[in-house]
């Protein structure tokens, strides 16, 4: 069975083989790469772990015994998800493949092979590959397997199913608003909707009649009756986003809809139970949420009822190789571009970066590699990282080209501004948003844009 989407690594000291292997499956699997020594296949394994790994078991010339080819089982066997790998042995030798088996190989075929016979191994390496899969639909579009990210969708598999309030809280472009999807679909109430709202730019006038509803005539405006997003979400879950920016008037009105478990649309004489889960998010740090003069504490308390920290980019490196693979790789089909490799060189500059957008940041700067990028390989120019290498765990400095006089370009001045505008807002996205007189998402084309 043919799968485009399948990625095969073929690792054989012997490039003919190799060679041979790959003309063979291309035809039928999406990735088919060549390694023709170990030592290459951590930073391979950094950028994305096969479906299947054909592994030869002797590089060194001369050498029978496996060792080597074992070492690497055991390497593969320890990645999170690990590969389903077939032994390629060149003597039939039993003994070795039986071994193989023994370590977590799933299969063996001994060379020279039959070209049906290992098609047919490989087609069902990925149907066993697939049947191990743990149930992880919900937290299947939250990349990456660093320790961080594993402790993460434990979490979310395990508070998911119940009823609790959960408060996100991280840096913009974290995931946060992923990590309230995949709590929606691990729950009771996933067959229900998931409605977002950006509590940060609703304005205050229309607070109540946007989250509670109104009926016809009650205002000017209400030309007809018009249910809130409490009762638009009946039955599945409410995600509050950006919940720190909310004036202290409208989380007086979402605190008692909250105690009360019901609201009362403007101009209806009785309220109306609400059955929604609420989870929330914000970016602002802990000792803003904490500050009462910032945030009602006794609203605080109703919504974190559990709190689940996403971390930032930095501090999950290990994730920085995956995320870029797969967004490069995304980019690539979308635009219709031939599949590049990233260069190691980049790789690690990349891995350094302290991307201070986080996720959201490294997408667009994907994306604008893909499209800009000419070379063979990508570089790390491809990439429009802002500043060249601003120090680890640190957001970098805004620019300040127009101030020094270097670059008065308009691209240079709008950077400037918002930089600016960026650090007057504490890196409040929708505060900058409106203190630049744009929309949110046009914001964060210009941030991708401009690599902040
Ligand atoms: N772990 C991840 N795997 C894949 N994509 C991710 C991951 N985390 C974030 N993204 C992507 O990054 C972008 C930003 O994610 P999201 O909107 O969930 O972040 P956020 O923390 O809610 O941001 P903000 O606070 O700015 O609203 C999205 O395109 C999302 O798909």
Request: net charge neutral; with cysteine.
């Amino acid at each position: 069975m043919a799968d485009s989407a399948a990625h095969i690594l073929i690792l054989d000291d012997d490039s003919d083989v190799a060679c041979a292997a790959q003309l063979l499956l291309r035809r039928r699997y999406g990735r088919v790469a060549t390694l023709h020594e170990p030592a290459g296949l951590a930073a391979l394994l950094a950028a994305g772990v096969p479906d299947v790994v054909l592994l030869d078991l002797n590089f060194t010339p001369g050498r029978i015994d496996g060792a080597e080819g074992l070492a690497v089982l055991d390497l593969l066997r320890a990645q999170a998800r690990p590969p389903a790998v077939i032994a390629l042995t060149a003597y039939a030798d039993v003994p070795l493949a039986v071994e193989a088996l023994k370590r977590g190989a799933g299969d063996f075929i001994t060379k020279p092979w039959d070209n049906a016979r290992l098609v047919a191994a490989v087609d069902q390496a990925l149907a066993r590959r697939a049947a191990r899969q743990p149930a992880d639909g919900a937290t299947a579009a939250l990349m990456g397997e660093s320790a961080a990210m594993r402790e993460l969708k434990t979490m979310i598999a395990s508070v998911g199913p119940t009823e609790a309030n959960v408060m996100i809280l991280g840096e913009n472009g974290v995931g946060k608003e992923l990590v309230a999807r995949a709590l929606h679909l691990a729950s009771r109430r996933a067959a229900g909707t998931f409605l977002a709202v950006d509590m940060g730019a609703l304005p205050e006038s229309t607070f109540e009649s946007e989250l509670f509803g109104h009926r016809k005539g009650s205002f000017t405006d209400a030309r007809a009756d018009r249910a809130g997003r409490f009762q638009a979400a009946r039955g599945g879950s409410l995600f509050l986003d950006e919940i720190g920016n909310m004036p202290l008037a409208a989380q007086a009105k979402l605190l008692t809809a909250l105690e009360r478990r019901e609201v009362t649309p403007i101009g209806a004489d009785r309220p109306e139970a609400i059955d929604v889960r609420i989870v929330s998010a914000t970016n602002l740090d802990e000792v803003r949420l904490f500050d009462a003069a910032v945030f009602r504490p006794d609203l605080l308390f109703r919504l974190n009822t559990i709190v689940i920290r996403v971390p930032p980019l930095r501090e999950r490196r290990d994730d920085i190789a995956g995320l870029l693979r797969h967004y490069l790789d995304a980019y690539e089909r979308q635009y219709q571009r031939p599949a590049r490799a990233l260069g190691a060189a980049a790789l690690a500059r990349l891995q350094r970066h302290a991307w201070p957008g986080n996720v959201r940041a490294l997408r667009h700067a994907c994306e604008r590699a893909v499209i800009l990028g000419r070379d063979a390989d990508y570089g790390v120019d491809d990439f429009g990282l802002a500043g060249a290498a601003p120090a680890a765990g640190a957001a970098p400095a805004p620019a300040r080209a127009a101030e020094a006089g270097e670059d008065f370009s308009l691209g240079a001045l709008e950077r400037d501004a918002i930089a600016a505008a960026l650090a007057q807002a504490k890196g409040n996205i929708s505060h900058t948003a409106k203190m630049l007189g744009v929309s949110r998402a046009a914001l964060y084309r210009k941030l991708g844009k401009h690599g902040i």
